[in-house]
């Protein structure tokens, strides 16, 4: 029983973050595409068109890893989670079904457009096509947040008495207070993502000498996105979404933060440290008095409850991970608002294109926003932990009840096998297509 | 309002048939009939911008299914698990076929992506009517062992097959010899549908040949169907009883009738696009037959301890259930829209109009 859930929870764990790589790419690109689109129609440089054209290869393939790897995370409701499906369809199924009527169709009916349909529509057309997939793709974030919302903080449902949740208000799942700053926070992140991949390919062309012209549009481009997008994702985003653990799950927000016990007189704030769960504190601890309790509440001295205050039922499984993974995050976001904040000073003085230990920098960020965006889901996810639907429903009781732990083994390996392959198919093909770089407009 | 959800599911699904359908046929097509590269050009080329959003049909009726019938989706989504998940993968390894193929010119790429392609569809093909045949077959639900329920009565599990391969048997597996005669049809119906949409959306060298393949099949295609129907009776008693208390079910196996009839005349039809109507019209009077003949069961029980799963017992609350009437319509309409749009922009040959040339 035990290696049944574990099984059932690696293979969403594992299918769910490998997925989720492509999405956060495509939603943050299609934005930019859709802009160096809007400036081609707006100035008529060539060079614009060239860019979008060059951004769609890459948005292509990543698209189609998305698409490939996302049809699984669906099955897998029912497939793994069966019990969960079977008490809270009522309510999630409403907000899936939703995703796939309205956005699914959305965006596969007009991506063979975009993709395809230049020449076929003209330029006009062809960026309303681009602005429906991203319109598309930033509705299904949003109805899967929505769902995503709900098991975080349910509302507008009642238990029957053979305990399955029914949806008795619809407007609730989407006026739910923990779903806008989650939504925001998250477009965010895929901002940052896909700005810091503009950004990094440009570098690379300029410090290869190759494509130069394309490399600078690239680094302005992305960094003056990076920047903003950083920003937001601190503030007002993320500030939001950590208020509502605070006062929805403050004992995954004491786990977050490493708190072992309640501090009186005003909480600090952990920048490094080990959680040492036998002697129940933190080890090599490096951190800064009372900051935590004025960025919570305003307040230098307000008092922030720890895990001491709380029965253990309830604590996060995984309380290690679950500060790691979210100390990672935030850290990462700091290093993000703080290179590109250098970036966008020197592209003002003009000097950007030529300070090579930015460039540098800007190359070796890559791989970061996906791990920020990744350790900031498994924040979200294993602070939800023990529960699928916060304090209502255990995800112990969630599994499928007759499925085995050999056949999700089974099928869990399979996944981890396919998804190698595909993992290294697209490193090799966006790679060649980085390497070939974007083509000047022949006519 | 449950029957209600029930026609908008299977309509979805239905239509989930007969447009990816189109595309799985065309994947058997491609394996077994495409010799050079400008015939297989031409196949890819003509289902090239539709697979995607054909796709879609699955993962949105998987959606309503799941809003809509949730006992029926956690039940036989992990009581299927382990096809499911091949089927998953399947789709996955036709996918990566169609997209990857081009990116790289080089023959052993293309060839391995090539079969790729083709074999994923064969084998989703006979895997969708292996599950149809699961479906009406029924399961031996809640794990009846020794007339005593090992799970809730609206659980199982399928191992892929038993040793006997006997849908009697006492304990049931996915493939069996009823299960994999629908598989078989399946994958005939789907190829000669496939060849039509290949005869209707190009002008490929092919074509001629595949209209005398699509006859030559329909008529194993006849004779697979009147096999089935001689040994309906072992997996359930009185297989026609529902169209007995129920007359005017009988359209759908009318559907079933005009569309194997009108393909025997594919060789002299002057539009193209005639085969395909009645591939499609034997698709959907196929399909819809199969779930009246059970009607109002969903997915029966072989054992006579746990009863039926009907569309009744399986239906997510009323409330759920009258709100998603205010959004479905106005998605579906949307979908509507999209389609048209799409069907319109690629209206004609594909090859006519310079797809896939870019």
Redesign the interface.
């Known amino acids: 029983m035990e290696d049944m859930l574990f099984y059932d929870r690696m293979q969403f764990a594992f299918t769910i973050t490998f997925h989720y790589l492509f999405p956060q790419l495509t939603m943050g690109l299609s934005l930019l595409i859709v802009y160096f689109k809007w400036k081609f129609l707006r100035t008529k440089l060539d060079q614009y068109n060239d860019a979008a054209k060059f951004w769609m290869k890459i948005f292509a393939l990543n698209f189609a890893m998305g698409v490939v790897t996302g049809i699984p995370m669906e099955f897998q409701f029912g497939t793994n989670w069966a019990k969960f499906s079977e008490l809270t369809g009522g309510i999630i199924g409403q907000t899936l079904a939703m995703e796939g009527m309205f956005s699914f169709f959305l965006e596969s009916s007009f991506l063979g457009l975009f993709l395809f349909g230049e020449k076929l529509l003209g330029h006009k057309l062809h960026f309303v096509t681009g602005f429906l997939v991203f319109l598309g793709s930033w509705a299904s974030g949003y109805l899967i947040i929505a769902t995503h919302s709900w098991m975080q903080y349910p509302v507008g449902y009642e238990v029957l008495e053979n305990g399955k949740f029914v949806l008795n208000n619809f407007g609730a799942l989407f006026s739910n207070p923990w779903l806008l700053p989650s939504y925001l926070h998250n477009q965010a992140a895929s901002m940052v993502t896909s700005s810091f991949v503009v950004a990094a390919i440009g570098a690379f062309y300029l410090l290869n000498n190759k494509h130069h012209e394309f490399g600078k549009l690239f680094v302005k481009t992305g960094v003056i996105f990076g920047l903003i997008s950083s920003l937001l994702v601190a503030f007002p985003t993320g500030d939001l979404a950590a208020k509502n653990v605070v006062k929805h799950q403050p004992v995954t927000f004491a786990a977050m933060e490493g708190i072992f016990e309640t501090e009186p007189g005003g909480s600090e704030i952990v920048l490094i440290g080990q959680p040492n769960m036998l002697e129940k504190k933190l080890d090599n601890k490096i951190a800064v008095p009372n900051i935590l309790s004025f960025l919570t509440y305003q307040d230098w001295n307000a008092e922030i409850k720890g895990l001491n205050e709380f029965d253990p039922s309830v604590y996060p499984t995984n309380i290690p991970g679950l500060y790691y993974a979210y100390h990672i995050m935030v850290g990462l976001g700091t290093i993000f608002i703080g290179l590109m904040l250098l970036a966008v000073v020197q592209l003002f003085r003009k000097k950007l294109y030529t300070t090579k230990w930015i460039l540098w920098a800007l190359v070796f960020m890559l791989p970061f926003p996906y791990i920020a965006n990744t350790t900031g889901w498994y924040t979200a996810e294993l602070g939800r932990q023990p529960w699928l639907v916060y304090n209502l429903l255990r995800t112990s009781a969630g599994a499928s009840p007759t499925v085995s732990s050999g056949n999700t083994l089974f099928t869990l390996l399979g996944f981890i096998g396919l998804y190698l392959l595909l993992g290294l198919l697209f490193l090799m093909l966006a790679g060649k297509i980085i390497n070939k770089g974007p083509q000047l407009n022949k006519h | 309002m449950e029957l209600f959800w029930y026609i908008v599911l299977m309509t979805m699904l239905a239509v989930y048939v007969i447009l990816d359908g189109y595309d799985f046929g065309a994947g058997i097509i491609h394996l077994f009939f495409a010799k050079t590269e400008k015939d297989k050009k031409t196949i890819t080329s003509a289902i090239?911008?539709?697979w995607?959003?054909n796709?879609?049909w699955?993962?949105?009726s998987?959606?309503?299914l799941?809003?809509?019938f949730?006992?029926l989706?956690?039940?036989?989504?992990?009581?299927f698990?382990?096809p499911?998940?091949m089927i998953?993968?399947l789709?996955?390894f036709r996918?990566?076929g169609l997209?990857?193929r081009g990116?790289?010119h080089n023959h052993m790429w293309e060839a391995i992506w090539d079969k790729a392609f083709g074999i994923s569809s064969l084998l989703l093909a006979l895997f969708f009517g292996v599950a149809l045949g699961n479906v009406v077959r029924g399961v031996n639900l809640g794990?009846v062992v020794d007339g005593v329920s090992t799970?809730?009565a609206h659980?199982?599990?399928l191992p892929l097959w038993n040793p006997t391969f006997s849908p009697q048997a006492e304990e049931l597996g996915i493939i069996d010899w009823f299960t994999l005669l629908l598989g078989i049809i399946s994958v005939v119906a789907l190829t000669i549908h496939g060849a039509n949409w290949v005869i209707f959306k190009t002008n490929s060298d092919l074509n001629e040949k595949l209209k005398k393949v699509v006859f030559n099949l329909n008529i194993v295609l006849v004779v697979l169907v009147v096999i089935s129907l001689l040994i309906w009776h072992i997996i359930e008693p009185n297989p026609f009883h529902n169209f007995i208390d129920k007359p005017w079910l009988i359209i759908f196996p009318l559907i079933t009738l005009t569309g194997l009839f009108g393909l025997f005349k594919v060789k002299t039809f002057k539009k193209h696009g005639l085969g395909f109507l009645f591939s499609s019209l034997f698709l959907l009077g196929g399909l819809t037959s199969t779930v009246a003949s059970i009607f109002p069961k969903v997915l029966p029980s072989t054992n006579s301890i746990n009863p039926d799963l009907t569309l009744y017992s399986v239906a997510?609350?009323e409330?759920?259930l009258t709100?998603?009437l205010?959004?479905?319509p106005v998605?579906?309409l949307?979908?509507a829209v999209?389609?048209f749009?799409?069907y319109k922009?690629?209206n004609g040959k594909m090859d006519d109009?310079g797809?896939?040339e870019?």
């Not at chain 2, 989706?73 to 009581?79: H, N, R, T, V, W």
């Open positions: 090239g911008p539709f995607d959003a796709e879609v699955l993962i949105a998987g959606g309503v799941f809003f809509a949730p006992t989706y956690a039940s036989s989504f992990s009581g698990y382990l499911l998940i998953l993968w789709l996955i996918a990566i997209e990857l990116q790289v794990n799970h809730e659980y199982f599990f997510a609350h409330y759920g709100v998603g205010y959004w479905f998605a579906a949307l979908v999209y389609m749009i799409q922009v690629f109009i797809y896939g870019h």
